[in-house]
């Protein structure tokens, strides 16, 4: 399945994607894609509900133009994998992390696919980052295998992960402070289950700044792959349902170039990953 939540924001109601026209609505039988929804096993007692009305064209409409909100309700927590992708920790100077390298970003930078992005006040290195997101089904800890940890998964999202680079490395080095900006994490269209996808580790990626590509990657050049971060993950902290994780960015962000290139007012970003749909996002200036 393919979820999506339509309509403004915080009043955006469930709905299944069926193709790039049609969805079904599912607001009749499900209150939102929340932490209540994926951690009740919710999501398996929805799909003989869509197979039915997918059979039904008087349950298709259309899209129209309206809102796509993220396609989940705000998580208990955002956490973030960094240079997880060896090409892109070469373009940083950094070396290739024996372990994965663990932040935070605040749940309240999760906006739409579509919404625009605003550069914080004081910022002059504002960046960007196609990225793979995983959204968790159910609450955890101490998995025992990478294979348990996938059963742990509820989907994959794409997300980019906006970052601020003077907050995250000249400000004490503190990531987090980089990353948690207002609207700096959307996400969406889509959340597409497991079953979506053939090989996640074989999605290209991409990501162009007012009609220029500036990255093209793959998750198969992943160092750990998602199923060994959710492992990795549940031995230090409890996972919640719902809750997401950014896996990663691969080579062509803004602080990669030389000089490096920052996002200004008025820029536009489009981004993609294969089976997960596009993003649009027009950059605004600081309030």
């Known amino acids: 399945m393919r979820l999506m939540r339509l309509g403004q924001p915080g009043a955006e109601r469930p709905v299944v994607r069926l193709d790039d026209t049609t969805y079904i609505d599912v607001s009749d039988v499900v209150t939102d894609y929340n932490e209540q929804f994926f951690g009740s096993g919710a999501l398996d007692r929805l799909r003989p509900v869509v197979a039915e009305r997918a059979a039904d064209p008087t349950q298709h409409k259309k899209f129209a133009g309206e809102r796509i909100g993220a396609p989940f309700a705000r998580p208990h927590q ?3 994998i960094g240079l997880n992708y060896s090409d892109h920790a070469a373009e940083t100077g950094q070396q290739v992390p024996d372990e994965p390298i663990l932040f935070t970003k605040s749940p309240n930078a999760l906006i739409g696919p579509n919404d625009e992005v605003r550069i914080p006040r004081a910022s002059e290195k504002t960046d960007w980052e196609v990225e793979l ?15 348990e940890a996938q059963d742990c998964i509820a989907g994959f999202v794409l997300v980019n992960d906006v970052s601020e680079r003077a907050f995250q490395t000249e400000r004490g080095g503190q990531w987090s402070k980089g990353k948690s900006c207002e609207t ?14 053939a090989d996640v580790l074989k999605l290209g990626m991409s990501l162009d700044v007012n009609g ?6 793959s998750t198969s050049t992943m160092i750990f792959n998602p199923y060994f971060i959710v492992h990795y993950l549940s031995q230090f902290l409890v996972l919640e349902p719902g809750d997401l994780i950014n896996t990663g960015t691969p080579p062509g962000v803004g602080l990669g170039f030389t000089p490096p290139i920052y996002l200004k007012p008025g820029d536009v970003m489009e981004l993609s990953i294969d089976g997960l749909g596009t993003q649009r996002q027009t950059v605004l200036a600081p309030r």
């Not at 997101?133 to 294979?147: C, H």
């Open 78 to 80: 955002i956490l973030c």
């Open 133 to 147: 997101g995983i959204v968790i089904g159910r609450r955890t800890s101490y998995l025992a295998s990478e294979s």
């Open 184 to 197: 700096f994490n959307p996400a969406g269209p889509w959340l597409s289950t497991q079953d979506e996808i």
């Open 212 to 217: 220029v590509r500036r990255q093209t990657g």
